[in-house]
């Protein structure tokens, strides 16, 4: 009750894995016994509706691969149980205590059938999440080993990679880590349970009930998939989320414009496949651990065209920037740090490619160009952005 | 020469002598074996589909309503029963001499 309002329905996470049968028609009847009904059972939560506290008997019956067959469910019905909801291949039956509802097995012993279903399954499940995190997660990095880096650089690739798309796509990124770290550890959990489940239902054993709650299991247990569902959406969101603005609209800060360097010329259209980013506009994205501008410029000069693709990102978290600074330069063997006035540091990764830091700024600035060489430190030096105090870009969030 | 049928089979075939539904058969055994066997639900479900595609039993619906089955002995379901009762009839005529013993 709260504050005279007395709640109908009540939500709370489902108590374990569905296969655990004895475990999930405890906790039903334990809820029944507070006045709480189960009504629903969702992927992550069960539905209770306010009752008076009664005396339950819930039964799970798994169906294996199949469903469970309408004649099936209506024989459990004639015999008094009530089909209360289903999830997946778990059905849940209900009945008062006294009721005289019969048992629906003789022995565990007939309960085997869909506890083979449930390991053969999870054994292809759990050797297909390896296979993917092998190809996706590990096999990208394995150029380094190939190149003598040996196992700790492929760790360390691996580690600059996710560190870059931490800070760019965090929510998705930490979707991908939440889903895999949840499959690596619960699946060969649910795997070995499933395995003991079956040896004692075929040793014609009780199915046993647990004593106490388990809430932390259940937090972890329901609260890891969820928030990685949460941060799933979240990614969709942002992902298609973005700004767009156009270079000569005014204040276009952080984004350095080619005028700006004193390049000056007509405008050409970016060539396709140049960059992997194709857009004439300025665009935004914000991602949890930072907001980021996009943006390619090209420009016919009298010395040949120049091209400038930049990416500026506001790290949110300031112990966050030299990390994925590191994590940018790691692609490149060359890597050399420069004088640039105005900035707090500034690399060189070859005579076309830069990446500077002021504040939590971090430019990361790819130049193309035909024609004479230009001395691209001098031009930037000279570049507002970094010559003024760089308050101003504080005041842009 | 047939096979011998289980006691949980024997029971459901002879409680199908009249056409019933699940829940009929159930109290059905319960009565025809003087409440020796109860079944419960899951157990006949696993039995009578094990059955059906033996050609044993078969099923139809009844008032519209095709959730509930009403279950029949096919032909061979019926020699299958009989036969088993032979069976046991030999069986037991075979034992007599048991008699004493008890």
């Known amino acids: ?397 | 020469m047939q096979q011998s049928i289980s006691e949980a089979m024997y029971y459901i075939l002879l409680s199908l002598l009249q056409p019933a539904y699940g829940y009929e058969m159930m109290k059905g055994i319960k009565e025809l074996s003087g409440g020796r066997i109860e079944m419960g639900p899951g157990t006949m479900y696993g039995i009578i589909s094990r059955m059906k595609k033996d050609g044993l039993i078969e099923q139809g619906t009844m008032n519209n309503d095709d959730r509930r089955k009403i279950y029949l002995l096919t032909e061979e379901g019926k020699e299958v029963l009989v036969n088993e009762y032979k069976r046991l009839k030999l069986l037991v005529k075979d034992g007599v001499c048991l008699e004493d013993l008890l």
């Open chain 1, 1 to 397: 009750m709260l504050g005279g309002f007395i709640m109908k329905y009540r939500y709370k996470f489902n108590y374990d894995d569905y296969y655990l049968i004895g475990e999930n028609e405890w906790f039903y009847e334990e809820m029944a016994k507070k006045g709480w009904i189960l009504k629903k059972r969702g992927i992550f939560l069960s539905k209770f509706i306010r009752s008076e506290p009664c005396e339950m008997s819930y039964r799970v019956e798994l169906a294996g691969k199949s469903k469970l067959p309408k004649a099936q469910i209506a024989l459990y019905e004639d015999c008094g149980w009530e089909m209360v909801t289903r999830m997946g291949d778990m059905y849940i039956f209900g009945a008062l205590k006294d009721s005289g509802a019969p048992e629906f097995y003789g022995s565990t012993m007939e309960r085997t059938v869909p506890y083979k279903h449930l390991i053969n399954t999870t054994w292809k499940s759990i050797l297909i999440n390896i296979v993917n995190m092998l190809i996706f997660f590990v096999l990208p990095f394995i150029n380094v080993f190939r190149r003598g880096g040996g196992i700790g650089a492929i760790f360390g690739n691996m580690g600059a990679y996710y560190t870059v798309d931490l800070v760019k796509s965090t929510a998705l990124t930490l979707t991908l880590f939440l889903v895999y770290g949840f499959i690596l550890i619960v699946m060969p959990i649910r795997l070995y349970k499933a395995v003991k489940l079956f040896r004692s239902f075929k040793n014609g054993e009780e199915i046993k009930r647990p004593k106490k709650k388990n809430l932390w299991k259940n937090i972890v247990m329901n609260g890891v998939p969820m928030l990685a569902v949460v941060f799933f959406l979240l990614s969709i969101v942002q992902f298609f989320h973005k700004s767009k603005y156009e270079l000569s609209d005014g204040n276009h800060k952080p984004i350095i414009s080619l005028a700006e360097l004193n390049i000056e010329g007509e405008s050409t259209p970016v060539r396709e496949g140049e960059y992997s980013f194709i857009d004439d506009r300025i665009v935004e994205r914000r991602a949890l651990l930072s907001t980021f501008w996009e943006l390619t410029e090209s420009k016919m000069t009298d010395d040949g065209e120049v091209s400038l693709y930049q990416t500026v990102y506001y790290v949110k978290n300031k112990n966050l920037v030299k990390p994925f600074v590191e994590a940018l330069k790691n692609d490149y063997s060359y890597c050399e740090e420069i004088e640039v006035q105005g900035v707090d540091k500034a690399f060189a990764l070859n005579e076309e490619k830069f990446c500077i830091v002021k504040g939590r700024y971090v430019y990361w600035l790819e130049f193309r160009r035909g024609g004479e060489f230009i001395d691209i430190v001098e031009v930037l030096e000279k570049t507002e952005v970094f010559t003024d105090n760089g308050e101003y870009l504080e005041d842009l969030l």
